[in-house]
């Protein structure tokens, strides 16, 4: 039985209703056409956090990152791998903490590069520290019960 999946455009936050057995055919937006599901982590702020987080029934893992911290840069290219890997069964997506620090503060980070997998809007699990992609999909794996 096809189910309906509520998916939050990553570019205009415009709340989408696609079938599951669908998602493997990259949807676009409904509102304004861009790919749900990007090649590449899409960038948040805490609002859109938020619109995220309360619509979104794909669990969406998040790398809190900061521009001037190293590791953060020297991990990107491996989670953006991760994301290529495990999409459409996971979202990732970047917060810059240095920019949203009130993100940082709500969330209790205290070092970066930070990981937390969200689902169904709740933290699942959070990991501090550079991972290269094959650690990030295995710790999403062991993490993700579905």
Known sequence: MTEMLHIVCPAC???NRVPD???????SCGAC???LFPAAPFELDEAKLNKHLKG???PLLVDFWAPWCGPCRMMAPMFAQAAGEMSPQ??????????HQTVGNR??????????LFDKGQEVARQAGAMDARGIVAWVRQNLKR
């Not at 057995?21 to 949807?27: F, G, I, Q």
């Not at 996971?90 to 920019?99: P, V, Y």
């Open 13 to 15: 936050q415009a709340k």
């Open 107 to 116: 969330f209790q980070i205290r070092g970066i590069p930070l990981i937390i």
């Open 21 to 27: 057995n669908r998602l493997a055919a990259n949807p």
């Open 90 to 99: 996971l979202r990732f997506a970047k917060l810059d903490t240095e920019q």
């Open 56 to 58: 979104d029934d794909i």
């Open 33 to 35: 056409k861009a790919p």
